[in-house]
Structures are given as structure tokens and as C-alpha cells.
């Protein structure tokens, strides 16, 4: 009776676990790629996740909220994000990521040579140092692989930043391309103007179905020429509800507007998730 017992609750476990190892092993081979814009409010943080591979570009401003989110489309048993991107060394886009590298294993992190002289940034690169993480130059021609064979590709800046402590960190603001079969998102961090004339005037591709406003649709980026050059579609505009800032400026707005191009706002819908099927060759919005 009593190995009888022993017997079943053997196999009870067996069971268990195997039920647990199906459901991982299904995950993992989703092909489904997830491109979210999560509502951080006056700040950036865009989780690409495809299967167990996950890339955070910018963690918003509050660790707390951020670790929240990641965890409602991060796995579980998923401990491991493997490559960060900070677009610019700004509170709004890096103050989230310390909490995240002190919780999750992060292999590598993208960053231009921009410093900055704030708490956060100083201790952000402590605990890369600390936790050993690889630390990779972003600049034109690095890019990132998903096993799907989707491409996130840096387009800017061009070359090294250097000794640039001080100067307007927005300008270095890091410019990636997600390609994902014939669906591509144009993600601009907070790069200004001035910047989109330096690539509209090189020879680069940014032509995208998907726009990431850049600076939380801040009037100083988004011009009429560059929406010429991109001809998005849709346009995704993280931003946080009632901000100092003023953002999105109506200026920006009724540029996007006159391209006809949709707008979907983080203070007014929450986390926007697009969802990307390779066999329908699509990225759509997820209901909200
Ligand atoms: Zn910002």
C-alpha cells in the first residue's frame, strides 16, 4: 500500500514535470515576435521579444514600474533579457535599467560613448562593471539577430561619439531598425531635427510602416520632410499622461495627422503591443 503510494506520487511528479518542460519548449519555439511599446509615462522602454530571446530598448524612469511590466510579458522561468540598448544617457530612458540588471541577466549592453554626470548613469555603469555584462559600442552597422531571422539594425549614430559629456544628449540619441520579413520599425530615441537632416541628406534607409515619435512628440523632431522620407503608417508616441513637457506638441500631432498616419499614444492606451506572424507576413496591434 504504502510503496503503492509512493508509486503514484512518482509518477503524479513525472507528470507534472513534464507538462511544465511541454509548455517551456512550446514557448520557446513562439514564433510569434512581440514588439511592445510599454506605458512607462514620461519616458521611453520598448521590449522586442521573440520566444525566450528578449530585447529592452531604454527602461522609462522608474525601476519598480518597469520590473512590473516586464514581468507581465517576460516568462517566468525567463531570468534573462539578452541585450539592452540605452538610446541616450537621459533619466526618462535609463533610470528603470538598474533595477532590471539587478534582477535579470543581461549578456550584452548597447551604449554610445555618451557619458552623463547624473547618480543614475553613474551607477548603471557600475553594476555593468559589476555584473561583468558585455559592453557593446552602438553606432551605425551594429546590429542584433532573432531567430525568426528578424534584424535590429543601429542606423545612428554614424561613428563614435566622443567627448561629448556636457553637450545635448538627445542629439546622439541612438536611431535602430527592426525588420521583421517586410514589416520594419523606424525607433528614433529622442533624436531632434537637426539630426533626421544629417540622415535624410546620407544614403540611409529609413523608410518604416511603423514610426516610434521620437522625444515624446516633442515639435523639435518629426519633420514634415523626414515623414516624407519614413512614410509610416502608424506612429507610436510614448508619453506620459498630463507631463511638464507639453508633449506631444499639436505641431507634431497635426504633422502626423496631414500624413495620415495613425497615432496610437501610450498616455491614452496603455502598453501597445504589436504582434508579428510569420506566416501572414504581418505586424498588427493587439486589441487594446
Ligand atoms: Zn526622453
Known amino acids: 500500500m504504502r510503496n503503492r503510494k509512493i508509486f503514484f506520487s512518482i509518477l503524479g511528479g513525472i507528470f507534472a514535470l513534464a507538462i511544465i518542460l511541454s509548455v517551456i519548449i512550446l514557448h520557446s519555439r513562439d514564433e510569434v515576435l512581440r514588439v511592445i511599446f510599454l506605458d512607462v509615462g514620461q519616458g521611453d522602454a520598448i521590449l522586442i521579444s521573440q520566444g525566450s530571446q528578449q530585447v529592452l530598448i531604454d527602461g522609462g524612469k522608474d525601476g519598480k514600474l518597469l520590473l512590473e511590466k516586464l514581468g507581465k510579458y517576460i516568462p517566468f522561468w525567463d531570468r534573462k533579457i539578452e541585450n539592452i540598448i540605452e538610446t541616450h544617457p537621459d533619466q526618462d530612458h535609463i533610470g528603470g535599467l538598474v533595477e532590471v540588471l539587478q534582477t535579470y541577466e543581461v549578456e550584452s549592453v548597447l551604449e554610445t560613448k555618451m557619458q ?9 555603469e557600475e ?5 561583468k555584462v558585455e559592453k557593446v559600442e552602438a553606432k551605425k552597422d551594429v546590429s542584433l539577430k ?8 543601429i542606423l545612428y549614430p554614424f561613428d563614435s561619439v566622443m567627448d561629448v559629456n556636457g553637450k545635448d544628449t538627445n542629439m546622439y540619441s541612438v536611431l535602430a531598425k527592426l ?18 537632416n544629417e540622415l535624410l541628406s546620407g544614403d540611409i534607409d529609413v523608410s518604416a510602416q511603423f514610426l516610434k515619435v521620437a522625444h515624446h512628440g516633442s515639435k523639435y523632431a518629426t519633420s514634415n520632410e523626414f515623414l516624407d522620407k519614413v512614410k509610416p503608417t502608424e506612429a507610436i508616441i510614448s508619453v506620459g499622461k498630463n507631463n511638464s513637457y507639453g508633449h506631444p506638441n499639436p505641431e507634431t500631432l497635426q504633422r ?3 500624413h495620415r498616419i495613425n497615432i496610437h499614444r501610450t498616455d491614452e492606451s496603455g502598453d501597445l503591443v504589436y504582434e508579428c506572424f510569420q506566416l501572414t507576413n504581418k505586424c498588427v496591434l493587439k486589441a487594446l
Open 116 to 124: 552623463s554626470d547624473s547618480q543614475t548613469f553613474k551607477k548603471l
Open 127 to 131: 553594476i555593468i562593471a559589476k555584473n
Open 146 to 153: 532573432f531567430s525568426n531571422g528578424a534584424t535590429l539594425q
Open 179 to 196: 525588420i521583421v520579413g517586410e514589416n520594419k520599425f523606424l525607433l528614433t530615441g529622442d533624436l531632434p531635427t537637426t539630426q533626421e
Open 256 to 258: 502626423l495627422t496631414a
